[in-house]
């Protein structure tokens, strides 16, 4: 079992920064792999992008490629998401996921879910 929650959103400006943090408890959060996923209102959950379970291995939809960046420490049980240049249609709910698969990008891959944190960009 892994609880997953997440923090640091806000409200930005559009060319803004943000870092979410999404806090792990249970002692094999390191044979998981991370994803971030965000929802739009009215819009369907997107995949965001993942990271390996030893953080060796990113992958990024190509939406945010280039501005987001996701680590991951787990002596801290803790997967970051920087996001740089932010702009207005980044706004959402974020979640971060677990899964046990390697490089999934659609939400039915993953095991577990937090609550999200809203990110919400202003132009």
């Known amino acids: 079992q892994v609880q997953l929650v997440e923090s640091g959103g806000g409200l930005v400006q559009a060319g803004g920064s943000l870092r979410l943090s999404c806090a792990a408890s249970?002692?094999?959060?390191?044979?998981?792999?991370m994803g971030w996923f965000r929802q739009a209102p009215g819009k369907d959950r997107e995949f965001v992008g993942g990271?390996?379970?030893?953080?060796?291995?990113?992958y990024y939809a190509d939406s945010v490629k280039d501005r987001f960046t996701i680590s991951r420490d787990n002596a801290k049980n803790t997967v970051y998401l920087q996001m740089n240049s932010l702009k207005p249609e980044d706004t959402g709910l974020y979640y971060c996921?677990?899964?046990?698969?390697?490089?999934?990008?659609?939400?039915?891959?993953?095991?577990?879910w937090g609550q999200g944190t809203q990110v919400t960009v202003s132009s």
């Open positions: 996921a677990a899964s046990r698969a390697s490089r999934a990008r659609v939400g039915g891959a993953y095991d577990y």
């Open positions: 990271i390996s379970w030893s953080g060796g291995s990113t």
């Open positions: 249970g002692r094999t959060f390191s044979s998981y792999s």
